[in-house]
């Protein structure tokens, strides 16, 4: 059976800013299992960054719970065990502004073997030509400096330097949405190697549906600091049932016939995605949605399971009205 690593439960991060409270995250739950690629996929301003940051500790959650190996790491992460900080690593979008320029890449990949004490100082030369040997660069890349190197060699020295500290658990935070098309598939497949060879569980930001279909064990789809929809990847992709997903399915592209068949017919979206500091009443979706119902204006949709492995917030499905939230268990 698949273990669960990290479990978020009624997970809300709100900021009071001068305009209102924004609720970035506003009450998410999910499990990731050990070993697999949960898909976060969300449009800016959904929420998806602020989950990430919040489990790696760049914010305190403002309520609800979030579990890491069986301990609770809704505090900061200076507020953290040492171990803790050290399995759980970031990858960010921009390499460009994460790796400082003006040191050499050995520079930035000692910092964490010293920082957590990873290997003894006359071992640090051989576990940074290890590293970089892992992301599939050569080992004299140690004396160059970031911008002497291409964006997607950036990227791999930011995913070697996440690797420093042995984590089991990353977060990668759009680690390709910078990146051309091509690198952006060497990214990915390093990513998939890297994930068989060391048993790593990934937490994958991502605007760009499209990646997970190869990707992701299962994929989320987030919207106003929601989740609206999460579900197996083959079960997302051949039966979507809320209708934002079926709307970001339908503009996608697609490579094969039986993609063709799967997808739902173009659905426009009316409307831009609403202010967090002013989420409409009801169903936070229903000034967009193809499908709303009168009552969307006033019920905020309960999260039902409709299909083993595969949850949905939304009015259309039974239960969605008034059954209280499922209990989380491993796996959704
Ligand atoms: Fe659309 Fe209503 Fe479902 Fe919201 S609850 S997604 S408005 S049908």
Known sequence: MASTILKADNLKKHFHTSRGIVRAADGVSFAINKRETLGLVGESGSGK?????????????????????????????????????????????????????????????????????????????????????????????????????GGGERQMVAIARALATNPSFIVLDEPTSA????????????????????????????????????????????????????????????????????????????????????KPDKIVSTGEIPSPVNIPPGCSFHQRCPERMEICSRLDPFTVTPEPDHQVRCLLYPGASGVPLPKIQGGV
């Open 49 to 149: 960054s602020t989950v990430a940051y919040t489990i790696i500790g760049i914010y305190r959650a403002t309520s609800g719970d979030l579990v890491f190996k069986d301990q609770d790491i809704t505090k900061e992460s200076n507020k953290r065990p040492k171990a803790l900080k050290q399995d759980i690593q970031i990858v960010f979008q921009d390499p460009g502004s994460s790796l400082n320029p003006r040191r050499s890449i050995r520079q930035i990949m000692e910092l964490p073997l010293l920082v957590h004490n990873i290997v003894p100082r006359n071992e640090r030369e051989d576990k940074i030509v290890d590293l970089l040997r892992m992301v599939e660069l050569p080992a004299d890349y140690m004396y160059k400096h970031p911008l002497a190197i």
């Open 179 to 262: 990146l051309d098309v091509s690198v952006q598939a060497k990214i990915i497949n390093l990513l998939m190697g890297l994930q068989n060879e060391l048993d790593l569980t990934f937490l994958f930001i991502t605007h760009d549906l499209s990646l997970m279909r190869n990707m992701a064990t299962r994929v989320a789809i987030m919207y106003l600091g929601k989740i609206c929809e999460i579900a197996s990847t083959r079960e997302f992709f051949s039966n979507p049932l809320h209708p934002y997903t079926k709307m970001l399915l339908s503009s996608i592209p697609v490579v094969s016939v039986e993609e063709e068949k799967l």
